[in-house]
């Protein structure tokens, strides 16, 4: 009987190896599951899939060159509208949130058109304004806007500024409240 044993335990053995490398294989597949989930979220905005729509851009930086609008209209897969310039030269020894409501009125959009318009930003590259501009937009819009990436062109004299990403940050904020 004792005799016997020795093969039982290295069948045992066995088993349990090939196990742990299955939940070691499905750990590592779930996680790769989750963030190509996450990464797609940020290309494509689920809610801009609508090809019969069109884009309206709140530019509060740069000009948007032709070939940043182009590749814009490629990742959304739909035209742009408009781009409305909202020149921002804010003044730092003044609140911000008044400076930047004012320049959001400029574009006299009405609040019907906020919430139900499709609108994409392009931030300032000012950290503070850009985060109190988030909060006016998304007061005004009842939703987190979604937002232009650029990345410079590496090696390109003078800087050029590519289209990296389009942000649905409402879907980051959704995604964020799993975490809690």
């Given at each position: 009987m004792i005799e016997s044993a020795g093969p039982i335990i290295i069948a045992l053995w066995v088993v349990a190896i090939i196990l742990g490398i299955t939940t070691n294989f499905?750990?590592?597949?779930?996680?790769?599951?989750?963030?190509?989930?996450?990464?797609?979220?940020?290309?494509?905005?689920?809610?801009?899939?609508?090809?019969?729509?069109s884009i309206?851009?709140?530019n509060f930086s740069h000009p948007i060159t032709h070939a940043q609008k182009?590749?814009?209209?490629?990742?959304?897969?739909?035209?742009?509208?408009?781009?409305?310039?909202?020149?921002?030269?804010?003044?730092?020894?003044?609140?911000?949130?008044?400076?930047l409501c004012d320049i959001v009125n400029q574009a006299k959009i009405s609040s019907e058109s906020f919430q139900q318009g499709e609108y994409i930003v392009n931030l300032p590259g000012f950290a503070p304004a850009a985060a109190?501009?988030?909060?006016?937009?998304?007061?005004?819009?009842?939703?987190f806007p979604t937002v232009i990436r650029l990345k410079k062109v590496e090696g390109s004299t003078p800087p050029v500024y590519d289209v990296e990403e389009i942000m649905d940050l409402q879907a980051v904020r959704d995604e964020a409240r799993t975490c809690r």
């Amino acid at each position: 009987m004792i005799e016997s044993a020795g093969p039982i335990i290295i069948a045992l053995w066995v088993v349990a190896i090939i196990l742990g490398i299955t939940t070691n294989f499905l750990k590592i597949r779930d996680h790769l599951i989750n963030w190509y989930r996450k990464k797609a979220k940020r290309i494509v905005p689920s809610k801009m899939v609508n090809k019969e729509s069109s884009i309206n851009i709140l530019n509060f930086s740069h000009p948007i060159t032709h070939a940043q609008k182009e590749k814009i209209e490629n990742i959304l897969q739909k035209p742009i509208k408009e781009i409305i310039e909202l020149p921002t030269q804010l003044d730092e020894s003044c609140s911000f949130r008044p400076q930047l409501c004012d320049i959001v009125n400029q574009a006299k959009i009405s609040s019907e058109s906020f919430q139900q318009g499709e609108y994409i930003v392009n931030l300032p590259g000012f950290a503070p304004a850009a985060a109190v501009l988030i909060s006016e937009l998304h007061g005004r819009m009842g939703h987190f806007p979604t937002v232009i990436r650029l990345k410079k062109v590496e090696g390109s004299t003078p800087p050029v500024y590519d289209v990296e990403e389009i942000m649905d940050l409402q879907a980051v904020r959704d995604e964020a409240r799993t975490c809690r």
